[in-house]
């Protein structure tokens, strides 16, 4: 007996994906549990597995087609199974009943095809489109209204649309000079960071910033590094800094906050969010519980998740659930800058290069190590006073690391 393969929701406010790439072909045996294809959803490209086992009968949904959840995506079924698409809904057990005999007029005014607009009123209103020919009809300015749908139930796809540009073009302009304007097309990763930039745009922030002498924290991370066994990831800079920052938020769990419309949620655990930048854009792998965890500890779970990260295989559940985040410029060069909001976070630190600086310690002009901390705040959340008590211990912290036991 033949089962459907589904499109699963696999995090919160998901609502489509990309098949990026199917590890089966028709045909091939399919074990339960075994990954069936590569999913691409705004977050991060994931493999799904199969929930059955069987012989892959057939894939209803190709590769690049955006894909609503729910949706069915290919048929899984026993070995030597035919395959045969589901019969259409009967409309009714109604009786046959004998034709009419028609007018000439009125036979003719019957054989024409059904106008589009019919059809769509037939419909209340709304057109049936998949998500990716909705999104190439925006793209390029065409009306769904007028495209004529040849999927399942006269539903629109991509290649409606394209033949209805194709069909309604006019003669084509002549082509820009080249090399003037090249056009990217967003992929699933930089819509959801224009998504999130829209909605950390809408909160009302405020920064603050203080620099910390990283002399102690320096001879921290040499002394880690001494330890390490052969084949453990080195500790990092970023490292001690989520081992301290968690530390802090423990200690002001206003900060360890979400904003919920008319609540604000004080979470029990620091989940801290470490901004990856990945070849399509940025993603923010979180490391849970990190106020439990040893920097080594730290130090093995971020690589693991950094080098997946670079390589699409995150998996959904480790990109949701943070309660802070940090993002760290200085291995670039960075001196100081402000990292944008990561709603509904309360608040996300910017971290910039260690350099020494002369600083007047005693009388006398001293050079240190000094790192520049700039602390964004969702002022809904949090208040300036708050923000600066937490901002100063993880300050404290970094120049005193024995502080933070």
Same mark, same amino acid.
């Given at each position: 007996?033949?089962?459907?393969?589904?499109?699963?929701?696999?995090?919160?406010?998901?609502?489509?994906?990309?098949?990026?790439?199917? &590890?089966?072909?028709?045909?091939?045996?399919?074990?339960?549990?075994?990954?069936?294809?590569?999913?691409?959803?705004?977050?991060? @490209?994931?493999?799904?597995?199969?929930?059955?086992?069987?012989?892959?009968?057939?894939?209803?949904?190709? /590769?690049?087609?955006?894909?609503?959840?729910?949706?069915?995506? $290919?048929? =899984?079924?026993?070995?030597? /199974?035919?395959?045969?698409?589901?019969?259409?809904?009967?409309?009714?057990?109604?009786?046959?009943?004998?034709?009419?005999?028609?007018?000439?007029?009125?036979?003719?005014?019957?054989?024409?095809?059904?106008?589009?607009?019919?059809?769509?009123?037939?419909?209340?209103?709304?057109?049936?489109?998949?998500?990716?020919?909705?999104? =190439?009809?925006? /793209?390029?300015? #065409?009306?769904?209204?007028?495209?004529?749908?040849?999927?399942?139930?006269?539903? #629109?796809?991509?290649?409606?649309?394209?033949?209805?540009?194709? @069909?309604?073009?006019?003669? $084509?302009?002549?082509?820009?000079?080249?090399?003037?304007?090249?056009?990217?097309? &967003?992929?699933?990763?930089?819509?959801?960071?224009?998504?999130?930039?829209? /909605?950390?745009?809408?909160?009302?922030?405020?920064?603050?910033? *203080?620099?910390?002498?990283?002399?102690?924290?320096?001879?921290?991370?040499?002394?880690?590094?001494?330890?390490?066994?052969?084949?453990?990831?080195?500790? @990092?800079?970023?490292?001690?800094?989520?081992?301290?920052?968690? $530390?802090?938020?423990?200690?002001?769990? $206003?900060?360890?906050?979400?904003?919920?419309?008319?609540?604000?949620?004080?979470?029990?655990?620091?989940?801290?969010?470490?901004?990856?930048?990945?070849?399509?854009?940025?993603?923010?792998? %979180?490391?849970?519980?990190?106020?439990?965890?040893?920097?080594?500890?730290?130090?093995?779970?971020?690589?693991?998740?950094?080098?997946?990260?670079?390589?699409?295989?995150?998996?959904?559940?480790?990109?949701?659930?943070?309660?802070?985040?940090?993002?760290?410029?200085? *291995?670039?060069? %960075?001196?100081?800058?402000?990292? %944008?909001?990561?709603?509904?976070?309360?608040?996300?630190?910017?971290?910039?290069? =260690?350099?020494?600086?002369?600083?007047?310690?005693?009388?006398?002009? %001293?050079?240190?190590? &000094?790192?520049?901390?700039?602390?964004?705040?969702?002022?809904?959340?949090?208040?300036?006073?708050?923000?600066?008590?937490?901002?100063? @211990?993880?300050?404290?912290? &970094?120049?005193?690391?024995?502080?933070?036991?």
């Amino acid at each position: 007996m033949s089962s459907q393969v589904t499109l699963p929701r696999l995090g919160q406010g998901m609502e489509s994906g990309t098949i990026v790439r199917w &590890l089966k072909a028709e045909g091939d045996a399919v074990e339960k549990g075994e990954v069936l294809y590569e999913l691409d959803t705004e977050k991060a @490209t994931q493999e799904v597995e199969a929930d059955a086992s069987g012989t892959l009968l057939k894939i209803l949904a190709q /590769e690049g087609e955006e894909i609503d959840v729910g949706t069915a995506i $290919a048929v =899984i079924g026993e070995p030597g /199974e035919e395959y045969s698409p589901p019969e259409p809904e009967d409309s009714g057990d109604q009786e046959e009943q004998p034709a009419a005999v028609e007018e000439p007029a009125q036979q003719e005014e019957a054989a024409a095809p059904q106008p589009e607009a019919a059809k769509r009123a037939e419909n209340g209103g709304r057109v049936k489109a998949s998500p990716l020919a909705r999104r =190439i009809a925006r /793209e390029r300015g #065409i009306d769904l209204a007028s495209v004529h749908g040849t999927g399942p139930e006269g539903r #629109i796809v991509a290649e409606d649309v394209e033949r209805a540009e194709k @069909t309604a073009a006019p003669a $084509a302009a002549p082509a820009p000079p080249a090399g003037e304007v090249e056009v990217i097309p &967003l992929t699933g990763i930089r819509k959801a960071i224009a998504r999130r930039m829209t /909605e950390a745009w809408e909160a009302p922030v405020f920064q603050i910033a *203080m620099s910390a002498d990283m002399t102690a924290a320096i001879r921290l991370r040499e002394a880690l590094v001494a330890r390490m066994r052969e084949g453990e990831a080195k500790p @990092t800079y970023s490292d001690i800094l989520t081992k301290l920052s968690a $530390a802090a938020l423990m200690r002001h769990r $206003a900060v360890n906050a979400l904003f919920a419309g008319d609540e604000i949620h004080l979470l029990p655990t620091a989940n801290i969010g470490i901004a990856v930048a990945v070849p399509n854009g940025l993603v923010v792998p %979180v490391q849970r519980s990190c106020e439990t965890k040893t920097i080594q500890e730290l130090a093995e779970e971020r690589a693991d998740l950094v080098a997946r990260a670079r390589d699409g295989k995150l998996r959904q559940e480790e990109l949701e659930g943070g309660t802070f985040t940090i993002s760290n410029l200085g *291995m670039y060069g %960075v001196e100081r800058f402000v990292a %944008v909001l990561n709603p509904p976070q309360a608040a996300i630190l910017a971290v910039g290069a =260690i350099e020494e600086r002369p600083v007047v310690r005693a009388g006398d002009v %001293v050079p240190l190590p &000094l790192m520049e901390l700039t602390l964004t705040c969702d002022h809904r959340s949090i208040d300036g006073a708050t923000a600066s008590e937490f901002l100063r @211990t993880v300050k404290q912290f &970094l120049e005193e690391p024995g502080l933070a036991l």
